[in-house]
């Protein structure tokens, strides 16, 4: 299929505005590259825009509740510019009911199409232009997995590639699943071939993008699974570290933590989510694993590679947690000493199971468990960085920091953040730094 090359809109500009995980990101990485291949420039000011997007994320409400206000905010400019498309896609749109919102209260919106979808957005557009019309395009599942877009990244020396697409977990609270699809790999030939072409213009990093990455493997007619994968991305000349987001515990086989071990790429971080740390409250959320095997895992990741990164994420105020079940992650958290993790107040997604259960907590509880959550996390994490002081660590130079034009920010082989002095000249290189001083989300240090 053509995705690209319909060069008659020239010189157009255009902006996308992107809410959620990684996914999501690479996913507007890959609508930029159509746009220019359209004859589409990026622009950051949105005054000047012929087209802005909103890739939205549903995972949560209050990151709908942004994307709603965002489009309030652009009636204005919309008055003003009325040949400016809007356009909204992603996991928001692929909900019924976020797309009557969106349909019925922002008449501005021109262009609504789905996560499934992304590569007929020109004939969108296009179907716009000619007819003056709302276009709405979603396609509920795909099967297929269309291989041609490539992505417009906003680095050249680390990349995010997709493994595979969907999710057939259902977790009780999660959205995902209705919003992405069935889960489904991708051919590992077209895998390694996109990371080749990758090295080849000088990227060093790759983040293998899944749902669930344990799990890959499982739609393909041969045996073939992530540890495969891991061992075949090794050998590639040019990357120099591997990642993978997002593991999940019930999948991670002992394949994995041996490629810890055996693999000279793989990067010493294991982000493995732990939701909850009451056996109770994971069975309601259908997470189909206890504490205990949990805790196992970890064991035996630590016995392999002792000085892992292990980082999770943690929802508080699941329907029915009690203060008891609340304690129990509180213990987990200290049992674990995460380096890091992501903390979501638990958020009703119509749709899911668990927006039917009884015992929904109130928002204060909430909040106060929230609190205390943090409270007890940043204390390990600064412990955890505080190990890291006097050592010499190897960094891969990202970018210059945003509040500080002499520094660079960069990150080490397990994924923690470091500042340092330094030339933008070194971007996209590996420098070896050593740390002067611990923060709870960042470290500080010397090139030397
Ligand atoms: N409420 C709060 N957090 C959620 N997550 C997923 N769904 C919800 C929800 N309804 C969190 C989970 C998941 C992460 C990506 O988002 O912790 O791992
Ligand atoms: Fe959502 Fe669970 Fe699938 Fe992760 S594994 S995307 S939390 S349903």
């Given at each position: ?251 991670l086989?002992g394949?994995l933590i041996n490629a810890y071990t ?6 010493k971080?294991l ?24 805790l196992k895992i970890i064991d035996k990741i630590r016995n392999a590679v002792p000085d892992i990164?292990i ?25 674990v000493k ?111």
């Amino acid at each position: 299929m053509k995705i690209r090359g319909s060069v008659y809109f020239i010189m157009k500009k255009y902006l996308i505005q992107t809410y959620g995980c990684q996914m999501n990101e690479h996913d507007s990485e890959k609508i930029s590259w159509i746009l220019e291949g359209m004859g589409y420039q990026l622009t950051d000011d949105r005054e000047e825009c012929d087209l802005i997007i909103f890739n939205t994320c549903a995972v949560r409400k209050s990151a709908e509740d942004r994307v709603y206000g965002q489009l309030g905010e652009l009636k204005d400019l919309k008055r003003r510019n009325p040949n400016l498309i809007l356009a909204v896609c992603g996991c928001m749109m692929q909900r019924e009911e976020a797309r009557e919102v969106v349909l019925k209260k922002f008449r501005q919106v021109d262009i609504i199409f789905g996560t499934n979808n992304i590569h007929k957005m020109p004939q969108l557009i296009t179907r716009h232009l000619e007819t003056g019309q709302t276009i709405v395009d979603i396609l509920e599942e795909n099967r297929e997995i269309e291989e041609d877009i490539n992505a417009n990244r906003k680095y050249s020396y680390k990349a995010f590639v997709n493994i595979m697409y969907g999710c057939n977990n259902f977790c009780t609270y999660c959205i995902v699943p209705y919003a992405r699809g069935r889960e489904r790999s991708r051919e590992p030939e077209n895998i390694i071939k996109e990371i080749k072409n990758l090295a080849e213009n000088g990227c060093k990093e790759v983040t293998l993008l899944g749902q669930n990455v344990n799990s890959y493997g499982k739609t393909l007619d041969r045996d073939y699974r992530f540890s495969d994968l891991l061992r075949d991305v090794n050998q590639i000349d040019g990357i120099e570290r591997i990642r993978f987001m997002t593991s999940h515990p019930k999948d991670l086989s002992g394949d994995l933590i041996n490629a810890y071990t055996t693999l000279n790429k793989l990067c010493k971080h294991l982000h493995l989510p732990i939701q909850s740390g009451s056996d109770k409250i994971l069975k309601m959320m259908n997470r189909k694993y206890n504490i205990d095997d949990y805790l196992k895992i970890i064991d035996k990741i630590r016995n392999a590679v002792p000085d892992i990164v292990i980082t999770t994420d943690i929802i508080v105020g699941f329907p029915g947690e009690t203060e008891e079940d609340f304690n129990e992650t509180l213990d987990l958290v200290k049992r674990v000493k995460y380096d890091a993790a992501y903390t979501f107040l638990y958020s009703i997604r119509e749709g899911t199971k668990a927006a039917q259960m009884k015992g929904q907590v109130p928002d204060d509880v909430k909040h106060e468990r929230f609190q205390k959550l943090l409270d007890t996390l940043y204390p390990i994490g600064l412990e955890q960085n505080e190990k890291l002081l006097g050592k010499v660590v190897e960094v891969l130079v990202e970018e210059v920091s945003k509040n500080d034009e002499e520094m660079l920010n960069g990150r080490t082989d397990s994924g923690k953040l470091v500042h340092f002095k330094g030339n933008k000249d070194i971007i996209g290189t590996f420098v070896n730094v050593k740390i002067d001083n611990a923060k709870t989300f960042t470290l500080e240090g010397t090139i030397c």
